[in-house]
């Protein structure tokens, strides 16, 4: 970055476009997000951006407009704020997607952007649950593997990686697109993508024998059928307990989201 940039990237005050409609950043990748932005999308006084990682080779396009692909790091972020003049920042990315939140969080401090933390609140377990905690995908990989059990990972395909040496569990994977990383020798792999049913989630655990889940602690409804259904049928989780992404508050409710972009707003104009 030359010294133009720098001093461009100063933090500035009140709103950067007054003559203009306020613009927000959703930083998204989830079901959250995609609601937020159909909540924001259909108004005429503002212009929201949904952003994505580009990860999926067919994502689910949010309503509005939307850019995908990384920043480039806390300075590509900062950079983009002041370029698209960016009034408020909206984190609703993934609870265990802590690289874009922590780079987030830096990005509007430098440039005095306002940040709201959109987080869906992690699972609870009931009494019937059983529930091994395990605090990172590397304690959860030796945890299962030394069970010897047939288990299904849910956790996505970016950290199967964790598992590839693990010889003595069998492992059902589920993932939306084809790993890139090395499979566990002895594994069997479905492409699907949710939400799924309870029905679906009992089917598969029934079929597959499943003796153990592993499962991020993700929160939300989408997917929290796989977790009623070990219930169900006794199945033990792996829980991976979420990360800590950043120091920002988070709001859980959409409502409050769309309350606090109005706060936001009204204060700078
Ligand atoms: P991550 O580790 O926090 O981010 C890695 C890098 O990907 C970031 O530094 C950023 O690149 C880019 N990135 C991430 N989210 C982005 C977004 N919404 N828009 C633009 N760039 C983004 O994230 P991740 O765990 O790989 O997750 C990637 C995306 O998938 C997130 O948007 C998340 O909401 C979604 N997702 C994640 C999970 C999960 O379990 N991690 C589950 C469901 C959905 P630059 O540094 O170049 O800006």
Request: aromatic share 6%.
């Amino acid at each position: 970055m030359d010294s133009d940039e720098q001093a461009s990237m100063q933090p500035f005050r009140g709103n950067p476009n007054q003559d203009r409609p306020p613009r927000i950043l959703i930083l998204g990748g989830t079901s959250e997000a995609s609601r937020l932005a159909a909540r924001l999308a259909g108004r005429t006084d503002l212009i929201t951006i949904s952003s994505l990682a580009g990860r999926l080779s067919q994502p689910t396009r949010p309503a509005g407009i939307v850019r995908i692909g990384g920043f480039g790091g806390v300075t590509g972020l900062t950079w983009y704020l002041l370029k698209e003049k960016i009034n408020v920042v909206i984190d609703a990315t993934h609870p265990f997607a802590t690289r874009i939140s922590s780079n987030a969080e830096m990005a509007c401090k430098i440039t005095n952007v306002p940040l709201i933390s959109f987080e869906r609140r992690p699972w609870k377990p009931l009494e019937q649950d059983r529930w091994l905690h395990a605090p990172d995908m590397q304690a959860a990989a030796s945890l299962v593997n030394h069970q010897h059990r047939r288990v299904f990972l849910s956790i996505g395909r970016q950290e199967l990686g964790a598992f590839s040496d693990c010889e003595d569990a069998w492992f059902l994977i589920r993932a939306i697109d084809e790993p890139q990383c090395p499979l566990p020798p002895r594994s069997k792999l479905i492409l699907e993508r949710g939400p799924f049913t309870l029905d679906h989630e009992l089917n598969l655990l029934r079929t597959e024998s499943i003796g153990y889940v592993v499962s991020k602690n993700s929160g939300g409804a989408a997917t929290y059928s796989k977790i009623e259904a070990s219930r169900i049928l006794g199945i033990p989780i792996v829980m991976i307990d979420r990360p800590l992404k950043h120091t920002t508050p988070t709001v859980a409710h959409l409502d409050e989201v769309l309350l606090r972009v109005e706060e936001f707003l009204e204060a700078e104009s």
